[in-house]
């Protein structure tokens, strides 16, 4: 069963993560899928909503160190990461 999830956290530069393939290139051959939003104006936090086949799958990924790398790319700060599921 697809998960759904609300991922925030605070990055480096918001308009680079926004713009940034990494997700993609992380996520897309897991079958992920995500939205990103981003806070208000001014603010470092953004967050995206990811539809997820394969809960395990996706926490080995990020947990891996191309998922290190992608965040680090994308100027995450990962002591902000805050994951909320659905329902």
Request: hydrophobic share 45%; proline share 5%; net charge negative.
């Amino acid at each position: 069963m697809m998960a759904t999830v609300l991922v925030l956290h605070d990055v480096d530069d918001v308009d680079h993560w926004l713009s940034s393939p990494k997700r993609e290139e992380l996520f897309g051959p897991l079958g992920i899928t995500a939205r990103t939003f981003r806070g208000a104006e001014g603010s470092k936090q953004v967050g995206l909503v990811a539809e997820i086949p394969d809960m395990a799958v996706w926490q080995d990924a990020l947990q891996s160190e191309a998922g290190a790398d992608a965040m680090k790319f994308d100027g995450v700060h990962p002591e902000t990461i805050v994951v909320l599921t659905e329902g």
